[in-house]
């Protein structure tokens, strides 16, 4: 069965800044450039490389793949971050400001992608990316925090900080995801946790 290492971006300009980013595009510090590249030494052999289209995760995974001759970079738009809606570009106290509690208590603002709305999304790009391979490959995703929090949550598994450059395993079994151990590419990380 395909194995795949879905892994959260290098840090970005928002991550530095504390803003949470959803669907916008920052780019990679220089922070998470170097992050990127570190990640290549804990890498072991994989078959192809995913990314998603924003910015920060292909470009951490155009990096990893200069470095270990893993490409081409594909991308696939169901990789993306979950859309923040009015949270995103805000920092944690300015969404507290407007929206008091709502952080503490799980709540969402409308225009905030739900979890059944991500993960059908994530499903589907998932399974495509399996499809696309042969049964035995290993396949490296670039993606976002809010990605593996999702799937995570899904699996009653706890949902605990994702560092740049940490991510989880996954296998499709029986047209099921399958979660695997967590790791961590690198071991600083001086990003919050933000979308």
């Known amino acids: 069965m395909t194995k795949l290492l879905i892994v959260r971006h290098g840090q970005s300009e928002w991550n530095a800044l504390g803003r949470w980013q959803g669907q916008a595009d920052p780019p990679l510090t220089d922070v998470g450039e170097n992050q990127a590249k570190k990640a290549t030494k804990k890498l072991g052999l994989f078959d192809s490389i995913v990314a998603s289209p924003l910015q920060r995760a292909k470009n951490t995974a155009v990096i990893i793949s200069e470095i270990t001759g893993i490409g081409p970079v594909a991308t696939e738009d169901g990789l993306m ?32 992608e739900t979890n059944s709305d991500i993960l059908l999304r994530i499903f589907e790009a998932l399974k495509k990316i399996s499809n696309n391979s042969k049964e035995s490959d290993s396949v490296l995703i670039i993606s976002h925090a809010g990605i593996v929090h999702a799937l995570e949550n899904l699996h009653n598994k706890p949902s605990m900080k994702v560092p740049n450059l940490g991510g989880r395993w996954l296998e499709l079994v029986d047209d099921e995801f399958e979660m695997g151990k967590r790791v961590s590419l690198i071991t600083e990380d001086p990003t919050p946790d933000l979308l």
């Open 81 to 112: 971050e979950r859309d923040a809606g009015p949270w995103q570009g805000l920092t944690r106290s300015e969404i507290e400001k407007g929206w008091p509690g709502f952080l503490d208590s799980g709540q969402r603002p409308d225009g905030y």
